[in-house]
């Protein structure tokens, strides 16, 4: 029986790991992440002695199953946040994924094949700016020379990897997908769309597709006071165009979204013309033609930025994860396990990345179920009440059942 309380309880344990109230700030790859990786293990003590940390940082703690050498159904979430992100997202998918296991396995169920709870390590990328560490990662699909990648005070992957007593090369974690039997992932919605519809619990169909880039773009560094306005060549100025015209252009592509969520100036001084200004770009959408059509629109923007500010403009690309259709049939089967604790999910694309596409690139049948969250997500505003998480739990066990029982 899924313990409402107690996954209450340890939803709370694991937020005082890098929190403080609400507010939670436990970056990918730190000690704090290890600890709350600790904790998870202790959690899982009375039922698996198992536990292995791979050379990203991943934590997976293997139950056993009738069949030691068939493949694992593997079942969980992420443990890092955001910056003063909040206390759910990830964290509660690695909670309930522990609670429906233990559940089970307390009351008497034994597997018919090996289950794996997987705590993901540096999922949101907010040190390193690579998010999907962990799994992309444990599927090979890192990006080239990710290991070099330095946060901001100069630390490199390697680096923060072998502080945490592991060897410093992240591809090793790789493993063989067809070791997996099939890939469960719950998780806080993150948007609007359960509370808006009165739902606790959705299942997801598909995730989008997101490019992730970085602009940099070269003025010319002046006097504030001294340079007329005609003679300016002002870097800030050229990219104040470029981040309003990436809302117009997502804004005309159907179901497309663009964000420009960082910006530097340099030198950055109030009686200086800009001479630098680098910014980041987030898009995304539920197919490749649609993010395709904001990037070339973008892109006939910047050539004619460039050509009327004499200004240079350079692209560079970090990441790109194609849109994620998950697998037909774990969605009928987490559609059955909703509607089998009395709940009816709405099919919902995901407008977020998660972990679960890197198995489903890599070929595991892979399904997400929503726990409907208030508050919005990345914020300590975030909240899944615990009947919706204890919910979500019940609801997961079934779909173990179905898939490994
Ligand atoms: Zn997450």
Same mark, same amino acid.
């Given at each position: 029986m899924t313990d409402a309380a107690r996954l209450e309880t340890r939803v709370r344990e694991l937020a005082l790991v890098g929190g403080s109230g609400t507010s939670v700030t436990r970056l990918g790859l730190t000690a704090l992440e290890a600890e709350a990786r600790d904790l998870v293990r202790s959690w899982c003590a009375p039922f698996s002695d198992d536990a292995r940390v791979d050379e990203a940082g991943n934590l997976f703690i293997r139950f056993a199953g009738a069949d030691a050498e068939a493949p694992a159904l593997l079942v969980g979430s992420h443990l890092d946040s955001v910056p003063e992100g909040g206390r759910f997202d990830g964290a509660l998918g690695v909670c309930v994924a522990v609670e429906a296991v233990a559940s089970l396995l307390g009351s008497g169920a034994r597997f018919a094949r090996p289950v794996e709870v997987v705590g993901w390590a540096d999922e949101e990328g907010a040190r390193f700016g690579v998010g999907l560490f962990g799994s992309s990662a444990a599927f090979g699909?890192?990006? &080239? *020379? &990710? &290991?070099d990648l330095r946060d901001r005070n100069g630390v490199s992957i390697a680096e923060a990897l072998r502080a945490l007593g592991l060897s410093g090369d992240p591809a090793t974690a790789r493993i063989d997908p067809r070791s997996v039997h099939a890939y469960l992932e719950p998780h806080i919605?993150? *948007?609007?769309r359960l509370e808006r519809a009165g739902r606790a619990l959705g299942v997801v169909t598909d995730i989008v597709g997101i490019y992730h880039g970085r602009v940099r773009v070269g003025g010319r560094q002046d006097h504030a006071g001294a340079t007329v306005m005609g003679a300016r060549r002002d870097a800030l100025v050229a990219a104040s165009g470029l981040v309003a015209a990436l809302e117009r252009l997502a804004s005309a592509v159907p179901d497309t979204v663009g964000t420009v969520g960082e910006i530097a100036v340099r030198p950055g001084a109030k009686n200086v013309v800009p001479g630098e200004c680098v910014f980041s770009l987030d898009v995304r959408a539920p197919s490749e033609e649609h993010i395709e059509r904001a990037l070339r629109g973008l892109g006939e923007e910047m050539a004619r930025v460039r050509r009327e500010r004499e200004v240079a403009i350079e692209v560079e690309p970090l990441q790109r994860v194609p849109v994620t259709p998950l697998d037909a049939r774990v969605l009928e089967t987490l559609v059955a396990a909703v509607r089998s604790v009395g709940a009816e999910p709405p099919l919902l694309v995901s407008g977020a990345g998660h972990d679960a596409q890197n198995p489903s690139l890599s070929g595991v049948p892979t399904g997400m179920i929503f726990i409907r969250s208030t508050g919005g997500s990345h914020t300590p505003a975030e909240l899944a009440s615990a009947a919706d998480a204890a919910l979500g739990a019940r609801a997961l066990e079934h779909a173990i059942r179905a898939l490994a029982a």
């Open positions: 699909r890192l990006p &080239a *020379g &990710a &290991a919605e993150q *948007g609007p």
